[in-house]
């Protein structure tokens, strides 16, 4: 059934459970094989453009592009001083240097792929949600854009996330998947929760979402989970217990909480004693996840990081079937 | 007649029109078969130096770099914390930390190809002219040296320019060419518009130059050029108008006008109505240049973009054939 | 012989005579043909960590790892804004982001060898004698490290010292080598002082030290070595002359002296008329050595430099031997 999923034309959420399935397969014969395809992307570039700093995304992003032949070229835009304008029409009598539209038709007519990386505000909630910086390079560049993470998703994490999963389960039934927020002293984007809710509901897997009151995530994002504000029963019976912290959502971009019991420890543990625990990296130890459970057999968080290679070699070599 | 011309030493201005000729039609084979020459720099290696920041330069270097198989490498000096000495016989007793004729010695022994962008202080203005760190350089690094601009001029650009013209014009008769001044708020350096008069008037195409008063060029560029303060009568018939941003060079660095009239509009081409915009990016909408012309089927920006790619490569590739 | 000894599993410091004549022998060879074993890092990749600024260091390990055929990644960890956690334990509600122990896990399952710099902080001496954050990188990544400059030693630099060496010295006896300290506004550390000495010593030359009272170094890289407080008599008769400059050992991290008498002139080389100098770069020209020195037949500054390029290709070369 696979050869007949459509190629992605950009990557920047879930699509489907079969092109879900789809890439999971194809990121695990990648990960047995990684240069299996090797000539596949010969001769073409993909750009990776930060405007926020990243190491697994900008590393496993690269090798991934590598392993398929291409070159990789990363422009850190963030730091390497090139303010772009966003808004439309704007006199550019300010700060900025160069319009989105502009530097993202010109990318676009260098890369034969775009991959980028912009974090949201978290300061303008409506203009997060619409995704506006990632959708203007969509709109510009005229070529595929993979999502290293947008102000509203995170789906290379996700996919990661997924292949994982599907690495360590062998039950017959569903997985019972919680996300738990953990505590964090900055206010951290909604990304990775919305997308792994997105992804692990679009998995069909069974999700349990708790968090203290206040932290309710988007419902675009969560629709078909329980949510469940006592972490303690969520935890029960867990198979996965993905643990995340973000900042508000409705009062947006607000700290709520910095409250310590929601960080796990083994004795969070005691009616869930096989869960596997997951984050995504980087963790801020003691603080979202205690160095127990980090350092435990539980932790799955380092497969999940190599997976995150695997995920990209397995969108990109989507990607480049429509080139 | 190609077949004669010596190839270059350095690429750092306008040589010869026999030499531009040449260099324009190798790019336009580059432009067709991107990949015609790919052994020729197989094991060669260019160094990227950036003492300011780039993007589209930097990029397309890179991407002509390995057009051709070289391994390009990029150093951004100027966010990587590398202060160069450049005055000979200093005490190093204050913040440099490297004298160039040292750091330029050592790059000249790791690097087949140089290429350096060095902008002018704006402050001083002989040491401007005499392009004081890129003539060091060229002399203590022993190899090869491209311009991805210097204190005076971007021959990268002007060559993309001139190949972007000649795409344009089937006419028989010589292009009529204006270069306009437009608004801007910051200090802008003369390198591109210096280089867009010598390349142009070097082409022996008809070239206008056009300003308010006290924004005259340094004359050893634009000699040749008609000089007409009255950008209305200057455009009268023009097949391309070269927009640009500069700073006075009598009153050196000074911001003499931020004259919003000068900023081209529709409006402003009832006399041309067939004129093509052209610009370097990146530009400022709506102070150098109206969406309107940007966004229109004037403008050429993108197309002069696209060519810096097979500009580099053309040069490039030309320096290889002395290695 | 050399076939008997073992591959290094890091190259952190000095190993043994016949390893260090190894190295040297295949530098020399790499030198004369760079491109000799280009298949042998095909498909490899080197992740290549600067916690602090590099030029040479970082260049001349990118173009090593490019003539074994790997693919080399540099992280400017330092600019890219990645603050580590170093201590265990740490509830990491601060600044740092990452702990070193996942960060570390994570690039040694994303790369098949590490290079790491890390400098030592000057402040906390039995910290920096540790070498503490490179050591957590051996311990953690469970991949093969080099040291690109540790707190304590540098070498990489050391190795391209002693080529250096051997390709300048013909006698039958052994060189008299003399490491002298230059002048300096800042507080340097130790690690190409301390790493010199050690492989100068291991290499089975004669070395003699000289400095400012307050500047001996750590014996642990020094036992073997004549200790001489007065310049001139150290220099009598030498054969190399080592300059650098590095802060106080014992009163850690102290500036005890700028006296400009020990920059080297050539009126300080009446009774070694026939002696070089090297010096490891970057040097602060009239203030660690003087212009004549470094412009003179005496130099070999740019040789040592040139070298950094295969002495990184045969340590890597070795290291690609386990894997």
Redesign the interface.
């Known amino acids: 059934m696979a050869n007949i999923i459509q190629p992605l034309k950009h990557f920047t959420k879930f699509e489907s459970i079969t092109q879900g399935q789809k890439l999971i397969e194809q990121a695990l014969i990648y990960k047995e094989n990684p240069?299996l395809d090797k000539a596949k992307g010969a001769?073409k570039?993909i750009?990776c453009i930060f405007l926020n700093?990243s190491?697994?995304t900008r590393?496993?992003t690269?090798?991934a592009a590598?392993n398929l032949g291409m070159?990789p070229?990363v422009?850190?835009?963030d730091?390497?001083?090139?303010a772009l304008?966003m808004r439309d029409?704007?006199?550019?009598?300010l700060g900025?240097?160069?319009?989105i539209k502009?530097?993202a038709?010109?990318?676009g007519?260098?890369f034969d792929i775009l991959a980028i990386r912009a974090f949201p505000s978290l300061t303008n909630k409506e203009e997060d949600r619409s995704d506006f910086i990632f959708s203007q390079f969509v709109k510009y560049s005229g070529i595929p854009v993979v999502s290293l993470e947008s102000a509203t998703r995170h789906p290379l994490q996700s996919l990661a996330d997924q292949i994982t999963i599907q690495e360590n389960w062998s039950g017959k039934s569903k997985p019972k998947v919680v996300l738990t927020w953990g505590p964090h002293?900055k206010a951290i984007p909604h990304a990775v929760a919305n997308s792994f809710s997105e992804w692990t509901l679009g998995m069909d897997h069974d999700l349990t979402i708790t968090h203290p009151a206040g932290y309710e995530l988007d419902e675009e994002f969560t629709r078909g989970a329980t949510i469940e504000y006592d972490q303690s029963k969520a935890l029960e019976d867990a198979d996965f217990v993905y643990v995340k912290n973000w900042s508000a959502f409705n009062e947006y971009g607000k700290i709520l909480s910095t409250d310590s019991s929601w960080m796990l420890t083994e004795s969070h543990f005691q009616k869930a004693s096989t869960a596997k625990v997951m984050h995504c990296?980087?963790?801020?130890?003691?603080?979202e996840l205690s160095?127990e459970i980090?350092d435990g057999s539980r932790s799955l968080?380092?497969q999940q990081?190599?997976n995150r290679?695997f995920a990209a070699q397995a969108v990109i070599s989507d990607l480049l079937e429509q080139l």
């Not at 029409?89 to 009598?93: E, K, P, Q, T």
């Open positions: 240069n001769g570039r750009g700093p190491l697994r590393v496993s690269q090798l590598l070159d070229i422009l850190n835009m730091k390497e001083g090139w304008e029409g704007a006199v550019m009598n900025t240097v160069e319009h502009d530097a038709a010109v990318l007519s260098y002293i990296l980087p963790v801020r130890r003691n603080l160095d980090l968080v380092q990081a190599k290679i």
